[in-house]
């Protein structure tokens, strides 16, 4: 790791967290657009309809892929150097417990159990208020940690 991740060693709080979440969320707008125009287009050359509603089964794997596309931008900020954007701009940082470069499963994992978290009513994230190490229930069971990097 680099000098500035081994400065401090802070657990990020609930409201950072969420902060960075909202700029990411930007970014995500984004994504989700892209991945529409993807979409249209490949149903516009597949002859389909795009002013009627796609099937059920369409309709799922276009849920399915609109969700991949968000997480795999997660995932590869995460491979990458431990932030997104968002986490960059609150100086926050993804480690390992043991400081070693994350791999693509606990990205994965980390991701999914994030989405977890958020969706049983925010329950996973809110446990960062009660755990003593400031860790959310993603955190814990990903083995990771997000922390707060010093201001250079």
Known sequence: MNKETTKLKISANLFRRLMAMLYDSLLLVGIIFAFGIIVFILRRLAGDD???????VAQSIITLGMWLSCASFYVWCWHRNGQTLGMK?????????????????RCWLRCILAHISLVSLGVGYLWCIIDKKGRCFHDIYSQTRVIVLAKK
């Not at 609150?90 to 693509?104: A, E, G």
């Open 50 to 56: 795009t002013l009627q509603a796609p099937s059920d």
């Open 89 to 105: 701009s609150w100086r926050l940082q993804l480690q390992d417990y043991d400081q070693k470069p994350l791999s693509w499963e």
